[in-house]
């Protein structure tokens, strides 16, 4: 496998994997958002998530994958601050703001940091026509917003910070996926970067949810585990995929397809969760997905 991902940077086949693995990220993403809705406070699902996917990670990490070099562990310090900061500002924003609106701000704001960030860091140029596409797809994301904004009554006074909050948590969804990208092309095999990655990620969540793990009612402990799990291991494909696309292909378009997920989130909302979705909010979805095409074909 590694030596397939070696041969494949920088080709057109490697863009065209890309391409697909940036969309099985967003599906997964989108997967991973809905799992952390029912029974279970986030707070304390997504401590179980990590917790489950660095205990999976760590036997990968110390017998399967090459060793990191010495010079991999700043790096991986690098990481686990960069997506410190990026959950605990996502935490606060979601405290203050309604998910429907801050959600979208955050994805919104990401890639457009992350094509400008990108193209300081690995010289990418987007073609005028890419340009289009991703305003377009802003235009849908935040269109979305503003559109739950404008019928969610619901914490109006406080709705203001969480935008600024999202649009930080923005910042660093856009420094995590270029740092994270430029981290995993340091190591010869990819797979030393995504191993460690899990397993020093995974240590900050259990710790602040450490209070709610403690307290979870027997009765709940089998169905907790599962979900935890299952959580894990879409987070290993999700995160995987993304870090693999930005390896082989372009950083700033995986970024931008990786968005898609607020479709995918909304198809999920309906089909599975029961929500429903106006004529606004379908068209608005329809721009998102129509931008993302037009990012990859004018590219």
């Known amino acids: 496998m590694t030596d397939l991902i070696v041969a494949l940077q920088g080709t057109p086949e490697g863009r065209t994997a890309a391409l697909w693995l940036a969309l099985l990220a ?3 993403h989108a997967l991973f958002g809905a799992l952390q809705k029912g029974q279970f406070d986030p707070w304390l699902m997504r401590g179980g998530i990590d917790s489950a996917y660095a205990v999976m990670a760590l036997p990968v990490a110390l017998f399967v994958v090459p060793w990191p070099e ?12 960069i997506h410190a900061g990026y959950k605990t500002l996502q935490a606060a924003a979601y405290a ?3 998910y429907t609106v801050v959600y979208p701000v955050v994805r919104g704001t990401g890639p457009l940091f992350t094509v400008l960030v990108a193209g300081l860091i690995f010289g990418e140029v987007f073609a005028p ?4 596409g991703l305003a377009v797809l802003l235009a849908g994301i935040f269109g979305l917003a503003g559109w739950n904004l404008r019928t969610d009554t619901a914490r109006r006074d406080t709705m203001l910070p969480a935008l600024g ?10 420094a995590y996926t270029t740092y994270d990208a430029w981290a995993i092309r340091l190591p010869p ?19 602040l949810a450490r209070r709610r793990l403690a307290a979870l009612p027997r009765a709940d402990l ?3 585990v599962k979900k935890a799990v299952l959580g894990a291991l879409i987070a290993y494909i999700s995160f995987g995929a993304m870090m693999i696309a930005t390896r082989i292909g372009n950083v700033g378009e995986a970024a931008v397809l990786r968005e898609t997920s607020t479709v995918f989130a909304a198809l999920i909302g309906w089909l599975v969760l029961g929500e429903r979705s106006g004529p606004a909010q379908v068209a608005l979805m329809a721009l998102i997905a129509t931008g993302a095409v037009m990012v990859k074909m004018a590219g």
């Open 70 to 81: 010495p010079a991999m562990w700043p790096v991986f310090a690098g990481a686990f601050l």
């Open 189 to 207: 095999d990819p797979f030393t970067f995504l191993a460690w990655f899990f397993v020093i990620d995974g240590l900050l969540m259990p710790w």
């Open 222 to 224: 089998v169905p907790f």
């Open 129 to 132: 026509g890419q340009w289009l």
């Open 26 to 28: 967003a599906f997964a």
């Open 165 to 174: 909050l999202a649009v930080l948590t923005g910042g660093f969804v856009a």
């Open 96 to 98: 203050r703001g309604a």
